[in-house]
């Protein structure tokens, strides 16, 4: 018998039997973005993750939907779906529900996943099925051409937008954290390492992982994400589980206001005796997490949160829906199939009695039903 994952999100996946590389994991197809796309750097740390989680190439999938990000499948040597615009979620959850050997990642965009497939995100990651989600960030349209997309920021010119966007943007860890979903989590193209360690995590955990990727678009959105780029950079907010939450360079620090218990940032040299926020991926309380993401500079982005913002335990979908379907033994198959075909809403009608005749169907001819004044209806009599 085939060894599993030993992680909880990986349990049902079989383990390799031999070690692989990361050229096994590349496919033959020539990748097809343009010249300085952050996707070559996702996509080259996707590859050098996957041998090191040891799982085998049959049993990963990758479902994208349309856009730039979703020629993701083409470029892994591994089971892949582009499917429809928007849907990418919806079809992974199937996938999960019914083969729960697989490892389900979803790639998508900003446009992709936050516009038309909005509804689907959402419920996918409210329902916690075990799929991974990395949703590539470029706060613009890039497959057509550079139109406005629900991340770009308010005032944004574009050719959808000449005179400025006037529509306020999404944050897509607020919108996650929003629908309840377990793993929430944010990282940059540039941070190799950081964004290995965020993805090692998401696959790891058991349930709906979400993982934003601020990713460059050098043609119609080249450097939105220059003043984060920088590992040290004021601008970062790095989280880690269990610290006190200080701005990269250590100069601005999170702090509680004692009234309102609203967080607000202060320089670090005069926090004085001010409630220091400590960072909690763990809590059950989505209320913190949702602050800290709020502090999101969603406009100009002079300051963002980096890192897991939640990562908590709850019942997975796919896993209790499995739960529920079972096979009857053969001596009750033809009780338990008459008992579903029966259903809880039949009624039932002593045998001798009509009903007056009705006006006439669709024919003109006189019709009758049987049924009687004091018919049962879920044991009740009506």
């Not at 019914?98 to 516009?115: E, F, K, N, Q, Y």
């Not at 890039?142 to 944004?156: A, R």
């Not at 970062?236 to 269990?242: A, N, Q, S, Y």
């Not at 039932?348 to 009695?353: D, E, K, M, N, Y």
Request: glycine fraction near 8%.
């Amino acid at each position: 018998m085939t060894a599993t994952h030993p992680s909880p999100g990986l349990a049902r996946v079989p383990l390799s039997l031999t070690p692989t590389n990361r050229k096994e994991f590349v496919s033959d197809q020539e990748v097809r973005w343009c010249p300085g796309c952050g996707d070559y750097a996702v996509l080259a740390a996707f590859q050098t993750l996957m041998p090191k989680l040891g799982i085998r190439r049959e049993n990963t999938v990758i479902v994208s939907g349309i856009g730039c990000s979703s020629r993701f499948p083409y470029y892994m040597d591994t089971y892949g779906l582009h499917s429809i615009h928007g849907r990418a979620p919806s079809i992974a959850t199937g996938l999960a529900l019914a083969r729960p050997d697989l490892a389900v990642w979803v790639v998508t965009g900003d446009g992709d996943a936050l516009s038309i497939g909005g509804n689907h995100l959402i419920h996918a990651l409210r329902r916690n099925t075990n799929i991974t989600i990395l949703l590539f960030n470029n706060r613009i349209y890039g497959l057509t051409k550079g139109q406005h997309s629900p991340t770009s920021e308010t005032g944004k010119v574009t050719k959808s937008s000449p005179v400025g966007s006037v529509d306020n943007p999404f944050n897509p860890v607020k919108l996650a954290l929003g629908a309840e979903a377990t793993f929430v989590a944010r990282s940059l193209d540039s941070d190799r390492a950081h964004l290995t360690e965020v993805m090692t995590r998401a696959v790891q955990h058991r349930g709906a992982s979400l993982v934003e990727i601020y990713q460059n678009c050098p043609i119609f959105n080249d450097g939105v994400f220059d003043g984060l780029k920088d590992v040290d950079s004021p601008a970062i907010i790095p989280l880690r589980h269990g610290e006190p939450i200080v701005f990269a360079g250590g100069t601005r620090t999170v702090v509680r206001e004692p009234r309102s218990g609203q967080l607000s940032v202060v320089a670090t040299d005069e926090v004085s005796d001010r409630h220091v926020v400590v960072h909690d991926e763990a809590s059950d309380d989505v209320a913190q997490a949702m602050a800290v993401a709020s502090l999101t500079d969603s406009h100009g982005l002079t300051q963002s949160p980096i890192g897991i913002f939640r990562a908590v335990d709850r019942p997975v979908h796919d896993d209790e829906a499995r739960a529920q379907v079972h096979m009857p033994t053969a001596e009750n198959r033809i009780r338990d199939l008459q008992t579903l075909v029966t259903g809880h809403d039949t009624w039932t009608t002593p045998a001798g009695t009509t009903a007056p005749a009705a006006a006439g169907n669709v024919n003109g001819n006189p019709t009758s039903t049987k049924t009687h004044p004091q018919e049962k209806h879920h044991g009740l009599t009506s």
